[in-house]
């Protein structure tokens, strides 16, 4: 999990599940005062044999020394849970967790986020609006951005788009 911070995700999963269906989870943060809050779920819930925790910027290139050689091009699963908007360099990101996914599509690249394309439905909307939705786009942007979130473009959509399999479920927009 790139950007896990605090381990939070974890709740959401059974512990019984975690221990069934998982040999190992890496949670990978450049915070260490947020991997300290995830040490301690992570002890609290019993996971300290499954979970290893990592400080180190996932986008160098350093990052495959934090991670066992033996997993290189062969994690099941990488996931981005509303991390990836927070990195700045967002190719270096997903060119390393393609690096540790299992070639083929054996390996699964998950992705929660904020993004901002343009949309299912905008080509239907009248020559009158489309200037009005990149006033929106525009506005979107720069308010996320104070926070230091750089909603996902077209170019790192596009990235994605060509190396995966991309399976879309846009369930809040």
């Not at 979970?51 to 986008?59: A, G, N, S």
């Not at 390996?107 to 929106?136: A, C, M, N, T, Y």
Request: hydrophobic content about 40%; cysteine-free; charged content about 25%.
């Amino acid at each position: 999990d790139v950007g896990g911070g605090t381990a939070r995700n974890l709740e959401f999963i059974p512990v019984e599940t975690i221990k069934k269906y998982f040999s190992q989870i890496f949670i990978v943060d450049v915070s260490a005062s947020l991997l300290q809050v995830a040490h301690r779920r992570v002890k609290k819930m019993g996971l300290s044999n499954y979970v290893t925790l990592i400080e180190h910027d996932f986008t160098k290139k350093t990052i495959f020394d934090q991670i066992p050689k033996h997993l290189h091009g062969q994690v099941d699963l990488v996931t981005f849970s509303y991390s990836l908007s927070m990195i700045p360099d967002k190719v270096s990101a997903v060119n390393t967790a393609m690096k540790l996914l299992k070639p083929n599509g054996h390996g699964v690249l998950g992705i929660g986020d904020f993004f901002l394309s343009g949309g299912i439905h905008e080509d239907q909307l009248s020559p009158f609006l489309l200037p009005l939705r990149k006033v929106e786009r525009f506005f979107q942007r720069s308010w996320f951005k104070q926070d230091g979130v750089h909603l996902l473009d077209s170019q790192i959509m596009e990235k994605i788009e060509k190396s995966t399999e991309v399976v879309w479920d846009e369930r809040f927009r």
